[in-house]
């Protein structure tokens, strides 16, 4: 037999539903049902039959409907099992150490502050005193400082036959070398007027050196100057009042390594000038003879000269910085404090009246007039002493009017009379 073959005309189609409820729709029984439903399924669930014979099986839908009828009695109902809704676990109340534990991660976080502004805050203290130094250098390498120092009285003379004019004009030479892109021929091919070349190679080979320490220290001070303003934007934006902080923070910074350097330097000048040289060349490099050209256009007073110069202004600019970020109360954003003391008393006698409602209303019984005490009081002692109730309202009545009228002698001679 085959899918193509025939189907024989007396086959019997097999019995797929044994309880005998085909018209039952699919899978009704996974719907809820109400009360009334339960009960009326409940209801309609055939009885065991008398005869003790097997009864024929219900239906899935029909069994549900039985157990959901089936109720606990009252005192079962503890014992009875059911099981939890999958949000149950939500009404469960977590221990007290936990329910602690994590009101105290909340408070942390919320009064935790965040990590980046305080590193932009130490990034700008940190850059603030390099930046002055390179600033202050760069000032003091320039030719407007190379003729003040040629040109101000008590500078030493050069015995060499250099006057003002020719140390001005090669020590520009010199000046300018330090701060463009020309290689050492730029010295090497100057001549004197007699022909000569006037620097030797030694010269030439140091000022080389000079110029790539001083390249470098421009290019880390407009790196810095960029990450400044960068850390600037960042709390302008998120850190309200950390400009200044950061500000404050590297100018005192600044004052301690300019007062250490100067320090140093007012103790030893020559162990100073010696030691700072060793650090940034090598040995041998950097000495030469009175008769050349560099000691005769930089002698040592140029050097003191230009190191005062230096701490000067980085010193002026930072206690300048210092001055203008001083965390005041109003920068701060705190009131003054004759302001913070009349609120803080204003506060206090608020708390005092609110809290008091007997010292309140003494308060108010002693703002009344002082006319009419003696009034009520003499007719609480007339009704006490027994006296008639009208010649008592009539004296309090004639009190009244002459307390109004504002005359004191009425009252006084009808309260005589009435005694």
């Known amino acids: 037999m085959t899918d193509s073959s025939p189907t024989p005309p007396n086959r019997q189609d097999p019995q797929l539903d044994p309880a005998g ?45 039985a157990e959901a009828a089936v109720e606990p009695a009252p005192k079962d109902k503890g014992a009875h099992f059911s099981e939890q809704l999958p949000t149950s676990a939500l009404q469960v109340r977590p221990p007290e150490e936990e329910v602690q534990r994590r009101n105290a991660e909340r408070e942390h976080a919320l009064n935790a502050k965040p990590v980046a502004p305080r590193v932009m805050q130490v990034l700008l203290a940190v ?3 390099v930046i002055l130094l390179v600033l202050a250098v760069r000032a003091v390498a320039s030719p407007l400082f190379l003729w003040v120092e040629y040109n101000r009285p008590g500078f030493p003379g050069d015995g060499y036959g250099f006057s003002t004019d020719d140390r ?22 100057l001549v004197h007027r007699s022909g000569d070349r006037l620097f030797e190679d030694g010269e030439v080979s140091h000022m080389a050196d000079v110029k790539l320490v001083i390249l470098s220290a421009f290019g880390a001070g407009v790196l810095l100057i960029l ?25 005192i910074i600044t004052l301690v390594v300019i007062t250490g350097l100067g320090a140093l330097a ?12 060793s650090v940034f060349f090598a040995s041998g490099t950097w000495t030469f003879s009175l008769q050349d050209t560099l000691i005769r256009l930089f002698p040592a007073q140029f050097w003191v000269d230009g190191g005062i110069a230096i701490a000067g202004l980085v010193l002026l600019a930072s206690l300048v910085t210092l001055v203008l970020t001083w ?13 913070a003391a009349k609120d803080q008393a204003g506060e206090k006698t608020t708390e005092a009246i609110g809290t008091d409602p007997a010292a309140d209303e ?10 009419a005490a003696p009034a009520k009081r003499s007719l609480f002692r007339r009704d006490r002493s027994g006296n008639a109730g009208g010649a008592s309202a009539a004296a309090g009545a004639a009190d009244a009017g002459a307390g109004d009228t504002g005359t004191n002698d009425a009252p006084a001679r009808g309260h005589s009379s009435t005694v």
């Open 21 to 65: 409820d085909a018209d039952e729709p699919a899978f009704d029984w996974m719907t809820p049902k109400s009360a009334g439903q339960r009960s009326a399924a409940a209801s309609d669930r055939p009885a065991a039959p008398a005869d003790g014979s097997i009864p024929e099986p219900l239906s899935r839908a029909d069994r549900k409907a």
């Open 127 to 129: 850059c603030f005193p």
């Open 168 to 189: 001005m004009t090669y020590g520009s030479y010199v000046v300018d070398y330090l701060s463009n892109w020309a290689g050492p021929r730029y010295l090497g091919e």
């Open 227 to 251: 990450l400044s303003l960068i850390a600037v934007i960042y709390l302008r934006r998120r850190s309200p009042g950390g400009v200044r902080r950061g500000l404050f923070a590297g100018s």
């Open 266 to 277: 007012v103790l030893g000048w020559e162990q100073f000038f010696a030691q700072f040289h």
């Open 327 to 339: 965390p005041t109360r109003q920068r701060r954003g705190l009131p003054k404090r004759g302001a």
């Open 362 to 371: 003494s308060a108010g019984t002693d703002a009344a007039p002082t006319d």
